[in-house]
């Protein structure tokens, strides 16, 4: 997989430390990846999970330049389900700190693979995971729903309501164990959560050419 990336764009690995490096290194070297696209750092980690415990990236144009910056979302390994979390939680900073940009911190626990953006201003996720106790205690929906907004700067968070959800998370639970029980919770949510986003897209666009139209 690496190998496949690294021929169109560069490659960063997290590793805790210089004999990880060197085990990485020889792995890749066997396998005949070059080094030149590939850039391991030292940033120790609890999980693997740098999906959902690593940076945001975000990019506004202004004056004319593109600004880049980090948004550091709390994080407890899946509503303190995998303690310790503290290196997980420290890689957003860290990551900055390396690449020299600014953060911005949210104080709020929120999991990268929760949501979804559509780049063009709307942002799906789900009630399941960002307002369940074990992540913010409870905070209403709305507060969560403006921590998302304003930290990733969009207008629109859809929540879809779609039958058959509730019995999904309730078989399956917020955070899944068995690897057969995830696949069949993956495969759900790409099935039905994804065409409810596609078909939020298509029909806001069609909204958008009628009101130009209109005007």
């Not at 994080?75 to 020299?100: E, Q």
């Not at 403006?146 to 207008?155: D, F, I």
């Not at 039958?163 to 078989?171: E, K, L, M, S």
């Amino acid at each position: 997989m690496i190998g496949a990336i690294a021929g169109h764009e560069p490659v960063h690995l997290n590793v805790p430390n210089a004999n990880y490096e060197r085990i990485v290194r020889e792995r890749l070297e066997a396998a005949g990846v070059g080094r030149r696209r590939v850039h391991l750092h030292h940033i120790a980690t609890n999980e693997c999970w740098t999906r959902d415990h690593g940076p945001a990236f975000v990019q506004r144009t202004h004056r004319g330049c593109r600004q880049t910056a980090v948004v550091d979302w709390g994080f407890n390994a899946w509503g303190g389900k995998y303690p310790p979390w503290d290196s997980d939680d420290a890689v957003p900073t860290r990551v900055a700190a390396l690449l020299g940009l600014p953060v911005f911190k949210a104080d709020i626990v929120m999991e990268g693979g929760a949501i979804d953006v559509n780049g063009a201003g709307t942002l799906l996720t789900t009630t399941s995971c960002l307002l369940h106790p074990n992540r913010n205690g409870g905070m209403p929906r709305a507060d969560v729903e403006r921590y998302l907004k304003a930290y990733y700067g969009q207008r629109h968070v859809v929540r879809p309501g779609l039958t058959g959800w509730a019995q999904v998370r309730h078989r399956y639970g917020s955070s899944v164990d068995d690897a057969q029980d995830k696949l069949q919770y993956d495969l759900f949510y790409i099935k039905h959560l994804s065409l409810a986003f596609d078909l939020y897209i298509v029909l806001e666009t069609v909204k958008t050419v009628l009101v130009r139209r209109g005007s």
